[in-house]
């Protein structure tokens, strides 16, 4: 296949631009520094795009970071408008690509404790996250594309080598990785007008913890790629969700480290505050599973957690 792969400088697309490549596959990025077209340069991106049998869209600044309102208008400038230059390079395209795979998130559900949200039955959510996520996909499915299949893959945690998995293995291994745990703490009127305040939803680490492995996002998109009726909104995500105190606990048995204290939410929030980041990351549940792609045939490479967790530790 011609594969391009935008936002190709990010954990996931450093490692699809790999995989690809191994397989023998042409790959072409888009991105900023290093790439074969730039964001700015519209005749470029259609020299990558025309003629690509797959186009993998990862483009967006990281959440992880503080939500104040120039993070909050980055977050969202940095998918919506990469998205819609795609889209907008595609319509010059004498050859589109046959496929457009989108990234999302699984964060576009409500926090859900009670049953897991699948592409038919799930409930979106609300704040800030959530509508960063409905505006992306807005903006993924807008406009007539003739011939090109869209598909937006609600992806959960990434599992793999250089993935979330860096610190939380700093944590356990420094004697912090027990559960992270919910509780009450004040709210700011700024926070809640932003939609950025995380309200206390679970308790003792029972938060959902939806995650997919590396080697299954790889393998999802050649999926797609070989189905040809595949469109719309997928899950990506492992059949197999755990939740937080049991992710943490297997983090541990594959690491050797016996004993993890666990962090309450008022030592998360000022911790958070430190390193720059959010306690929703960690505290919110997220509880999905790929109901669509299990009744379409795909076969999980890593559907359980420890085998997931050992192979992406297994270089550290």
């Known amino acids: 296949m011609k594969v391009v792969i935008a936002g190709a400088s990010g954990f996931m697309g450093r490692d699809l631009v790999r995989r690809f490549t191994a397989d023998g596959d042409e790959v072409a990025t888009i991105g900023r520094s290093g790439a074969d077209a730039g964001w700015g340069d519209a005749e470029a991106l259609v020299g990558v795009l025309d003629g690509a049998d797959l186009l993998v869209n990862l483009a967006g600044r990281s959440v992880n970071c503080r939500y104040h309102a120039r993070n909050r208008r980055e977050i969202l400038r940095s998918r919506v408008d990469t998205t819609l230059a795609l889209a907008a390079a595609i319509r010059r395209c004498a050859r589109p690509p046959a496929l457009w795979v989108n990234s999302s998130t699984a964060t576009i559900y409500r926090h859900a404790v009670d049953r897991p949200m699948t592409e038919r039955a799930g409930e979106i959510g ?182 997931a967790l050992r192979e992406a530790t297994s270089r550290e």
């Open 126 to 307: 609300e704040g800030f996250s959530v509508g960063i996520a409905t505006a992306w996909e807005a903006a993924f499915f807008e406009g007539e594309l003739p011939g090109v299949r869209r598909v937006a893959i609600r992806t959960a945690i990434v599992l793999g080598h250089g993935s979330v998995l860096g610190p939380y293995s700093a944590l356990v291994r420094a004697g912090l990785g027990g559960p992270q745990l919910d509780g009450r703490w004040p709210a700011t009127a700024e926070r809640l007008r932003a939609g950025t305040y995380h309200r206390r939803g679970s308790s003792g680490g029972r938060q959902r913890f939806s995650w997919v492995h590396l080697d299954d996002v790889h393998g999802v998109l050649r999926f797609l790629a070989a189905s040809p009726d595949a469109s719309g909104v997928y899950n990506v995500s492992s059949p197999e969700p755990t939740d937080n105190r049991t992710f943490m606990r297997t983090l541990r048995r594959v690491l050797g480290v016996p004993f993890g204290l666990p962090a309450p939410r008022a030592v998360l929030e000022i911790g958070t505050a430190l390193i720059r980041t959010e306690t929703e990351l960690v505290l919110k549940s997220r509880w999905v599973v790929p109901e669509r792609l299990l009744a379409e045939g795909y076969r999980f490479v890593r559907p359980g957690l420890e085998d």
